[in-house]
């Protein structure tokens, strides 16, 4: 302890870079905004409003619910010591002493095939308390960006019981694999700030549990409007600006492959929502604000695997890709898929996180330039196949196919155990009214308006509240017999 804050005044230490300190906190606060509200307003403004409380809820309490989590034993298995080659040992952080030593990721020095150190390990110039923070707003958002495939109908219920299995058994995997010192991390596989790790884990997790879950009703399928474009976009403007933090602060320090993420991340989005927005205008006539934010979404995931590591020009590639291809395969693969129409992804985030996960990973496998891989990279020489390295791009496909296999796999399983006590689907009565039922609030409480009315008559405390007021009183939103 006093060897950790040894220095020139209270509460500094000789390894403290001030800048790289207050810059990573300021990345951390950026990526928890993107939850914490960004997220949040985004989820309970894009659904119907029957269902904003219930979707809003369910990513607030996703946020607490990682954080415990996560100090309890999860960033410890995620980026401490090693128990498995994907796996660390998990442990509590919330030490006085650990939490104010200088950061570190034990397992993150490379080697030589003869054994001799080819890269130290990674200890970036800020306490393990800046560390332990910023790591948690990436659990934290991948969780609620999983919560998006499975909102109005889900039981809130099995929610809660689900956040904690799947970070601790499928999040941790993939942080440790690739960020913390885990096989592939080793092997040389580049997910510079969680393509895979988030996106595509997020994706295919949520995929499988909307398989698990099932439909929301028909009704809601056929026509399921946002009820506040306008708020959806405020929500949306918080996520695509948070991306500097998520981006920026991937190097764990204010150098230049932050400020290159920075802008790479900037150009992707930007390009993205162009072209999905005109592919919108040519196939269908009109653009769309759905498609413009969707487009958005899926340039920013696709650069997060290689902002760090390509040059800009590489960044617009990116970006055109991004708005294409999860364009097509969402308006387009999806219409003549049997198993893509069965499965009901609420808010496409299979096509909005694992398609552009994946597609940017493997885009990192061409494009990455050999300069800025030696920068940053634990093994050097590691360059994409248009620099001569080949090789990197079978890397980048493993990785997404380990990913995959992993998630899938242990998304299942942990689903099949809640629904031996909770059942996954709310019940019917439930899924008719929305947050009325559930929650017994309602996000609007408009005269007139309102998909709860018939849930207030029934409900007999409610009947007679309602005879108490008079028979003119609509504030439930009831049909007035004049």
Known sequence: MTENLAGGGRGTA??????????????????????????????????????????????????????????????????????????????????????????????????????????????????????????????????????????????????MAFVPLWLTFCYTVGAFSLWGGGFLYHWGVIDYSGGYVIHLASGISGFTAAYWVGPRLQADRDRYVPNNILLMLAGA???????????????????????????????????????????????????????????????????????????????????????????????????????????????????????????????????AHPTLCNMILPVKNTKGAFYGGGMLFVKQLVAALFIIGWNIVATTIILLLIRIVIPLRMPEEHLLIGDDAVHGEEAYSLWGDGDAAKHGWNNPAQADEMGQMGRFNGARGVTIDL
């Open 14 to 159: 000789l390894w403290l870079n001030n800048g790289d300190n207050a810059w990573q906190m300021t990345a951390a606060t950026l990526v928890g905004l993107q939850s914490m509200p960004g997220l949040v307003i985004l989820y309970a403004s894009i659904v119907k409003k029957k269902w904003a409380v219930n979707s809003a809820f369910m990513a607030l309490y996703a946020f607490a619910a990682v954080l415990i989590c996560w100090v309890l034993v999860d960033f410890r298995i995620a980026f401490g010591d090693e128990l498995l080659p994907f796996w660390g040992k998990g442990a509590l952080a919330l030490d006085q002493k650990y939490l104010t030593g200088r950061a570190t990721v034990p397992e993150s020095k490379h080697h030589y095939a003869n054994g001799t150190v080819e890269t130290e390990a990674n200890m970036p110039s800020f306490p393990m308390a800046t560390l332990v923070y910023f790591q948690f707003t990436f659990a934290a958002i991948t969780t609620v960006l999983l919560a998006g495939s499975v909102l109005g109908r889900m039981n809130i219920k099995a929610w």
């Open 237 to 367: 403007g918080l996520l695509w600006m948070g991306w500097s933090g998520f981006n920026g602060g991937a190097p764990y320090a204010a150098n230049i492959i932050s400020s290159l993420a920075i802008l790479n991340t900037n150009i992707s989005a930007s390009t993205s929502l162009l072209v999905w927005t005109s592919l919108d205008v040519f196939y269908f006539g009109k653009p769309s604000v759905i498609g413009a934010v969707q487009g958005m979404i899926t340039g920013l995931a696709c650069i997060t695997p290689g902002a760090g590591v390509v040059q800009s020009w590489a960044a617009i590639i990116y970006g055109v890709l991004a708005g294409s291809v999860p364009w097509f395969s969402m308006m387009i693969l999806h219409k003549k898929s049997t198993l893509l129409q069965k499965v009901d992804d609420t808010l496409a985030v299979f096509y909005t996180h694992a398609v552009a996960g994946i597609l940017g990973g493997l885009l990192t496998g061409l494009l």
